[in-house]
């Protein structure tokens, strides 16, 4: 139990452009979900908590309007990076947070920007 | 201020070892405790928890790790190293209020054979 899918796991896009990552909760009810972003060889970066039916909350630094988040059931949560550039690379994971708790990641979106 | 500490950046244990990985923390309120493992271009996979009760929690893969409020310390342990333990680990804490979790910097596990 207690699964988490992300899709899609690896995207290429060219400057300028937006792509969409979806993340779900298979097996459970999520009404909080994160979003990360790990550069390599480092920790995880809160980007944002989103709570189903309301707007996300962000951390401090990060732009609301690039990272546009959405999380519209129980199940679903999505991250669409806005006129994405170089800089967007990196490797984006989600984590949906059961009842009690406890997180649980996706496997995460290599994104890269060229 | 709310940290995590994992004072190895990179701890190497020949296979069959023992291993400890350290991790502690500051934290205001009681404080949940979280052990993840993540292979390179992997998500993170949940390893063990505490919340309350026994101190001493057990995990998946032979894992256990140790509360210690005294010390706000929760370390990492395995009694027998195996090749596949190589890999990324992370210690969280976080509070059961808004779930947010904060990380430390990550030990990275080598096995030699």
Avoid at chain 2, 63 to 86: I, M, Y
Wanted: glycine share 8%.
């Amino acid at each position: 139990g207690a699964v988490v899918s992300q899709h899609p796991s690896w995207v290429i896009c060219k400057s300028g452009t937006s792509v969409k990552i979806e993340c779900r909760s298979l097996d459970f009810q999520a009404t909080t979900m994160f979003w990360y972003r790990q550069f390599p060889k480092q920790s995880l970066m809160l980007m944002a908590t989103s709570n189903e039916g309301s707007k996300a909350t962000y951390e401090q630094g990060v732009e609301k309007d690039k990272f546009l988040i959405n999380h519209a059931s129980l199940t679903l949560s999505t991250l669409t990076v806005t006129s994405a550039h170089p800089e967007d690379s990196s490797f984006y994971i989600c984590s949906a947070r059961e009842m009690r708790g406890t997180q649980y990641f996706g496997p995460g979106t290599r994104l890269t920007v060229l | 201020a709310q940290s995590v500490t994992q004072p190895d950046i990179h701890i190497t244990v020949s296979e069959g070892a023992s291993l400890e990985l350290r991790c502690n923390y500051s934290y205001g309120a009681t404080p949940y405790l979280f052990w993840y493992v993540q292979s390179p271009g992997q998500g993170l996979q949940l390893l063990l928890k505490y919340f309350s009760g026994d101190t001493l929690v057990q995990g998946i893969k032979g894992f256990e790790a140790e509360f210690k409020r005294s010390q706000s310390s929760f370390n990492l342990r395995k009694p027998s190293v195996h090749w596949s333990d190589a890999a990324e680990y992370f210690c969280a804490v976080g509070g059961n209020q808004g779930g947010k979790l904060i990380f430390g910097q990550g030990t990275e596990l080598s096995v030699k054979p």
